[in-house]
């Protein structure tokens, strides 16, 4: 089992920048990749960057080149830092830990609101 606990979402201009948080405890040892999805109102969750233990990475198109995603492995935690932010971006920031096993296992985080007023 794994928890997780996100923080950082809040309100900003376009153009500004916010960083996410999400701490994990539990099996954190068993995680296999660790990531972050956004759904908007109306919208299907999507894939906003993911990250494995072994350091790859992967962003959707969307947000290439104006976020990041790294780890901190003494911390448990994992971040997403977010630039030039776009009110497209407006969305609930879900975190996401997936463990591979028998099948794919995802726990997720309880969600945190990113509001980008243009």
């Known amino acids: 089992q794994v928890t997780l606990v996100e923080s950082g979402g809040g309100l900003v201009q376009a153009g500004g920048s916010l960083r996410l948080s999400c701490a994990s405890s539990?099996?954190?040892?068993?995680?296999?990749?660790m990531g972050w999805y956004r759904q908007a109102p109306g919208k299907q969750r999507e894939l906003v960057a993911m990250?494995?233990?072994?350091?790859?990475?992967n962003y959707a198109d969307s947000v290439k080149d104006r976020f990041t995603i790294s780890k901190d492995n003494a911390k448990n935690t994992w971040y997403l830092q977010m630039i030039r932010l776009k009110p497209e971006d407006t969305a609930f920031y879900y975190c996401?830990?997936?463990?591979?096993?028998?099948?794919?296992?995802?726990?997720w985080g309880q969600g945190t609101q990113v509001t980008v007023s243009s």
């Open positions: 996401n830990a997936v463990i591979y096993g028998a099948r794919r296992w995802d726990y």
């Open positions: 539990g099996s954190i040892f068993s995680i296999d990749a």
């Open positions: 990250i494995t233990t072994g350091g790859t990475t």
